[in-house]
């Protein structure tokens, strides 16, 4: 494993910003060796051991290790941690105007409203552009509410940029743990789906919509978080035709969200 190339005095010399931005560094190259199978259980303690000790250096938070063997834990949670990185130097909270400024006519009420209690639950994502394209569809599909699981909400002005007003019509209810938040849901009657290509996963199409409905779409990098697909009872996915094996979150919950829309209104 490739050792952090500063030492304490070093790197408590540059700014907090500095700071984050070689460690976000370090951490995204140990990440890459994740994703690509070349991390055993011994250079994953190395890292683990080298990562704390940087983290006791600059005084933030220990990095809890992650149960030994479990290789998709181990991305999801280096995955997390150069996310807190990056949020620590407000990284993720600069988008960019990827469009004009659209104005509509939009209605206080639409004629054509259905209620389904459905919900869409949102496992970690990073991108504000596609939390606010999501604001925008689950509005437009009569989705009841969003839960925004590690997820920034419509209180930040990047969310509001793409929702387009759509944000002040949809709900959102924020958690540290959405494992449990759906757990508590599940007691409340509501059925959980996870959208995530996985074994005895059925097309988006084949499956019994039904009322009182929580969908799940995880994060842009590894979907859906072990924790979380462990509550779900039951598992959907979107049928590629292509060469490409996914599709953008936003885009995914598009398709989703309208095809159950259409199912349960007519």
């Not at 994703?35 to 938070?61: A, P």
């Not at 789906?193 to 409905?213: C, F, L, Q």
Request: proline share 3%; hydrophobic share 35%.
């Amino acid at each position: 494993m490739d050792t952090f190339g500063f030492t304490k005095k070093k790197l408590m010399s540059f700014c907090l910003e500095n700071q984050h931005s070689h460690i976000i560094n370090w951490l995204s190259e140990f990440y890459h060796k994740l994703t690509t199978n070349r991390v055993n259980q011994i250079s994953f303690d190395l890292f683990v051991q080298q990562y704390n000790q940087i983290l006791q250096w600059t005084g933030m938070t220990p990095f809890i290790k992650p149960e030994p063997g479990n290789t998709r834990l181990w991305i999801e949670m280096v995955s997390d941690r150069i996310h807190y990185h990056r949020s620590a130097t407000e990284r993720t909270c600069r988008d960019h105007d990827l469009f004009e400024k659209v104005k509509t006519d939009d209605l206080p009420f639409s004629c054509h409203q259905i209620d389904f209690n459905c919900h869409v639950a949102l496992d970690g994502l990073r991108s504000l552009f596609n939390v606010g394209s999501i604001f925008r569809t689950c509005d437009a599909a009569g989705v009841a509410s969003i839960l925004l699981g590690n997820t920034l909400g419509k209180e930040h002005p990047g969310v509001q940029k793409t929702a387009m007003g759509a944000e002040k019509w949809v709900k959102q209810e924020k958690t540290t743990d959405l494992s449990q938040t759906l757990l508590n849901k599940k007691k409340e009657g509501l059925h959980i789906v996870g959208v995530e290509t996985i074994k005895g996963a059925r097309p988006y199409y084949d499956m019994s919509w039904k009322k009182n409905t929580i969908v799940v779409f995880g994060n842009e990098e590894y979907g859906i978080s072990s924790h979380v697909m462990a509550t779900c009872d039951t598992f959907v996915y979107i049928p590629m035709f292509g060469k490409k094996n996914s599709i953008n979150v936003a885009n995914a919950v598009s398709i989703v969200c309208f095809h159950i829309a259409q199912t349960l209104a007519t």
